[in-house]
């Protein structure tokens, strides 16, 4: 700026400045106060002080969340039982005998990383004039990423984003009741998927808004807590639609594992300065599978286990 006498000159000399409009980056949409959807509801009536939102139950704080440091991370994981034949076992000893050596089963977990964002472009004039946009974009970004990863945990197919609990080989299907009626959950499934569950007391139940529906009925619900046979229950549009698998889930969350880096909240005046618009970013770096690769049989069960257990299809 040793040219120019003040920033009003430089700012001056930017705007009139010739430039090379191939390389112009453009803005496909923005928030902006003279359309009333597009954030002008929020602008001029001194009454209004906040905007309301729907919500979306996060299930990320329910999860083994690991905090890192890089793009990529090694975990190496046990993935054996107390109750197996190898891996770090316990043994009862005569006294004065030698004790039985035992060796570590290892595997090596790989996460990369995944980058998913929300950019908001927003004109001046709003940012300046309406307090409640400026409170509200923030949680209404987190609640996009938010819907994200849930129904990437849920549902992810692990290529370029997180393996969902749906498209994982640990997950167990509970079978339906022989004859039950297509579209439904009855009270034997919940005991059915109870029965398959590992740890259950550390559970919860997540499900369609359309299945909470019909479990709400159950004997097993308390509708003072929300508990469904003593379990949080957790509502979540990612799951899959009634009668289908996955439209209610039994989950030990403590049985996904989370690699996260973020979140981080940007804002920028510099990316379309010339058009008067900021742009708001929130970044969050993640990955993640569930830990158990398979589900597994404990000794005084004749069926498998997991920390995570759907239904069967009901057609």
Same mark, same amino acid.
């Given at each position: $700026?040793?040219?120019?006498?003040? &920033?009003?000159?430089?700012?001056?000399?930017?705007?009139?400045? +010739?430039?090379?409009?191939?390389?112009?980056? /453009?803005?496909?949409?923005?928030?902006?106060?003279?359309?009333?959807?597009?954030? @002008?509801?929020?602008?001029?009536?001194? $009454?209004? #002080?906040?905007?309301?939102?729907? @919500?979306?139950?996060?299930?990320?704080?329910?999860?083994?969340?690991?905090?890192?440091? *890089?793009?990529?991370?090694?975990?190496?994981?046990?993935?054996? $039982?107390?109750?197996?034949? *190898?891996?770090?076992? %316990?043994?009862?000893?005569?006294? =004065?005998?030698?004790?039985?050596?035992?060796? +570590?089963?290892?595997?090596?977990?790989?996460?990369?990383?995944?980058?998913?964002?929300?950019?908001?472009? #927003?004109?001046?004039? &709003?940012? %300046?004039?309406?307090?409640?946009?400026?409170?509200?974009?923030?949680?209404?970004?987190?609640?996009?990423?938010?819907?994200?990863?849930?129904?990437?945990?849920?549902?992810? *197919?692990?290529?370029?984003?997180?393996?969902?609990?749906?498209? /994982?080989?640990?997950?167990?299907?509970?079978?339906?009741?022989?004859?039950?009626?297509?579209?439904?959950?009855?009270?034997?499934?919940?005991? %059915?998927?109870?029965?398959?569950?590992?740890?259950?007391?550390?559970?919860?139940?997540? $499900?369609?808004?359309?299945?909470?529906?019909?479990?709400?009925?159950?004997?097993?619900?308390?509708?003072?807590?929300?508990?469904?046979?003593?379990? !949080? #229950?957790?509502?979540?549009?990612?799951?899959?639609?009634? @009668?289908?698998?996955?439209?209610?889930?039994?989950?030990?969350?403590? @049985?996904?594992?989370?690699?996260?880096? =973020? !979140?981080?909240?940007?804002?920028?005046?510099?990316?379309?300065?010339?058009?008067?618009?900021?742009?708001?970013?929130?970044? #969050?770096?993640?990955?993640?599978? +569930?830990?158990? *690769?398979? !589900?597994?049989?404990? !000794?005084?069960?004749?069926?498998?286990?997991?920390?995570?257990?759907?239904?069967?299809?009901?057609?």
């Amino acid at each position: $700026m040793n040219d120019f006498n003040n &920033l009003g000159q430089f700012a001056l000399a930017i705007r009139s400045a +010739p430039y090379d409009k191939s390389i112009q980056r /453009s803005v496909a949409t923005f928030a902006g106060s003279s359309v009333a959807t597009d954030g @002008g509801y929020s602008v001029p009536v001194e $009454m209004i #002080v906040d905007l309301f939102m729907k @919500g979306e139950n996060s299930l990320l704080p329910f999860c083994n969340v690991i905090p890192v440091s *890089s793009g990529e991370i090694e975990i190496p994981v046990d993935g054996t $039982m107390p109750w197996e034949s *190898s891996g770090i076992i %316990a043994d009862w000893d005569d006294e =004065g005998a030698a004790a039985s050596q035992h060796k +570590p089963k290892l595997s090596l977990s790989r996460n990369k990383l995944r980058k998913l964002r929300v950019l908001v472009p #927003v004109t001046d004039e &709003l940012v %300046a004039d309406s307090q409640a946009f400026n409170v509200w974009l923030p949680d209404a970004m987190r609640r996009a990423v938010t819907w994200k990863i849930n129904d990437a945990i849920i549902n992810g *197919s692990g290529v370029a984003r997180p393996l969902g609990i749906l498209k /994982s080989s640990a997950a167990i299907v509970a079978a339906k009741e022989t004859g039950q009626v297509a579209g439904t959950i009855i009270a034997m499934n919940i005991q %059915a998927m109870l029965a398959r569950s590992m740890d259950p007391t550390s559970a919860v139940w997540v $499900m369609n808004p359309t299945a909470y529906g019909q479990v709400i009925e159950f004997s097993t619900f308390d509708s003072g807590t929300g508990r469904l046979a003593g379990l !949080p #229950v957790i509502v979540s549009e990612a799951c899959a639609e009634l @009668g289908s698998p996955g439209d209610i889930i039994l989950a030990n969350m403590k @049985g996904y594992r989370i690699v996260t880096r =973020g !979140p981080v909240f940007s804002q920028s005046a510099h990316l379309w300065f010339d058009q008067g618009i900021s742009a708001f970013r929130l970044t #969050v770096r993640l990955d993640g599978q +569930p830990i158990l *690769s398979a !589900p597994t049989t404990p !000794p005084n069960s004749a069926v498998t286990r997991s920390h995570f257990v759907t239904l069967a299809a009901r057609a």
